[in-house]
């Protein structure tokens, strides 16, 4: 079976996000209002939302995961993260996915949240 070539073997496939969609900005402003109880940085910033996938029709599926799976808010955390995408004007609805496939790891942060928890 041949694989595309920026897909290494064994390696997961994170799909891309809908970036090129009118919506996508203000869906992760959206997400960027969602933070782990835990670390005082939202979820957008800490790499935790994997993918933002907006439909022609204005429907918002998130594919998330989280900074370990025994975290405590792991079943509160995609409603969360839905209720805050849903009040997005023009959005019709959002599903939230959660992985753990590729795990989190600390590379996965933004610069400015290595920043503001002193990795930088």
Same mark, same amino acid.
């Given at each position: 079976?041949?694989?595309?070539?920026?897909?290494?073997?064994?390696? +997961? &496939?994170?799909? +891309? %996000?809908?970036?090129?969609?009118? &919506?996508? #900005?203000?869906?992760? #402003?959206?997400?960027?209002?969602?933070?782990? +109880? $835990?670390?005082?940085?939202? @979820?957008?910033? *800490?790499? *935790?939302?994997?993918?933002?996938?907006? %439909?022609?029709?204005?429907? !918002?599926? @998130? =594919?998330?995961? &989280?900074?370990?799976?025994?975290?405590?808010? /792991?079943?509160?955390? +995609?409603?969360?993260?839905?209720? /805050?995408?849903? *009040? !997005?004007?023009? !959005?019709?609805? /959002?599903?939230?996915?959660?992985?753990? #496939?590729?795990?989190?790891?600390?590379?996965?942060? %933004? #610069?400015?949240?290595? &920043? $503001? =928890?002193?990795?930088?």
């Amino acid at each position: 079976m041949n694989q595309p070539q920026d897909q290494m073997e064994g390696a +997961p &496939l994170i799909r +891309p %996000s809908t970036t090129d969609h009118p &919506l996508y #900005d203000q869906v992760v #402003d959206a997400c960027r209002t969602v933070f782990d +109880p $835990e670390i005082p940085v939202n @979820i957008f910033d *800490l790499g *935790l939302v994997y993918t933002i996938e907006i %439909s022609p029709a204005n429907e !918002v599926q @998130i =594919l998330m995961t &989280l900074t370990a799976p025994g975290c405590p808010v /792991a079943g509160e955390m +995609p409603g969360w993260v839905k209720d /805050a995408v849903e *009040l !997005v004007p023009g !959005v019709q609805q /959002a599903e939230v996915g959660m992985t753990f #496939d590729p795990p989190w790891g600390m590379d996965m942060m %933004s #610069d400015e949240a290595r &920043l $503001e =928890l002193g990795f930088m």
